[in-house]
């Protein structure tokens, strides 16, 4: 999901190059934790990022059953109300300040009993539920192989105090080749312009943006995203 939607816009770390003290920062939308290598050292690390306003992604399928328990007494120490709900697999969320807390178990997405194609469809859907929760706008992006694009946020200008926050998505065609991008935004972003342009040409409908780059083409778009 994060290779079609944010493809140059996550990465991974192993848990012995993580530098903890140093990720404890806002610039980050989420940090996702997998139960298999999660112990109590790390989890601790993970709960205390959450309770600094950090969204934190926590995968259950792994986790040793000291893990659990050390979870659950965790929601019980800090008073804490459990939002559950159900949508392929059980879903548990808490919020804390700025912070989110979303915690899943990705073993009955693995299970689905249905043709590989569906099951996608559905993981889609799942995770895209997941971030419509933590409050994170993006655009759908249909790009051709090779395409990369990234998002950056920047500060509202003096004539922009009607978004929350403005968004930029920067796409560059590195190869010798000719590539199209389909961009669809959502409602709560609203195009503003189209910046830095250089080879390449944009059609624009309602919500939907093409663009024709030619060899080496790259351009920047801002969005602005209107408070929900």
């Not at 944010?6 to 610039?27: I, M």
């Not at 105090?161 to 065609?173: C, I, M, P, W, Y």
């Not at 935004?185 to 609203?190: D, G, M, Q, R, W």
Request: glycine share 4%; aromatic share 14%.
């Amino acid at each position: 999901f994060c290779e079609s939607f944010f493809s140059w816009d996550f990465c991974y770390s192993t848990y012995s190059n993580f530098e903890w003290e140093d990720e404890l920062d806002k610039s980050h939308e989420f940090f996702y934790f997998s139960g298999f290598d999660l112990n109590m050292k790390y989890l601790s690390s993970a709960l205390r990022m959450f309770m600094n306003g950090i969204n934190v992604i926590i995968d259950k399928r792994g986790m040793t059953e000291d893990i659990q328990r050390r979870l659950e007494s965790f929601y019980l120490e800090n008073d804490l109300e459990i939002e559950k709900i159900r949508y392929l697999t059980q879903i548990e969320t808490i919020s804390m300040g700025e912070g989110r807390l979303f915690i899943y178990d990705s073993q009955e997405l693995i299970d689905l009993d249905m043709k590989e194609e569906s099951k996608s469809e559905k993981k889609n859907q799942f995770w895209a539920k997941v971030f419509n929760s933590l409050d994170m706008t993006y655009c759908q992006i249909d790009a051709e192989s090779g395409v990369r694009y990234a998002w950056h946020e920047r500060n509202v200008g003096p004539s922009e105090l009607k978004f929350d926050k403005v968004k930029r998505l920067s796409v560059f065609n590195p190869s010798s080749y000719k590539r199209k991008v389909k961009i669809k935004y959502p409602t709560p972003l609203v195009f503003q312009k189209i910046i830095d342009e250089q080879n390449v040409e944009m059609s624009n409908t309602t919500h939907e943006i093409e663009l024709s780059f030619m060899p080496k083409g790259s351009v920047s778009l801002d969005f602005g995203v209107i408070a929900q």
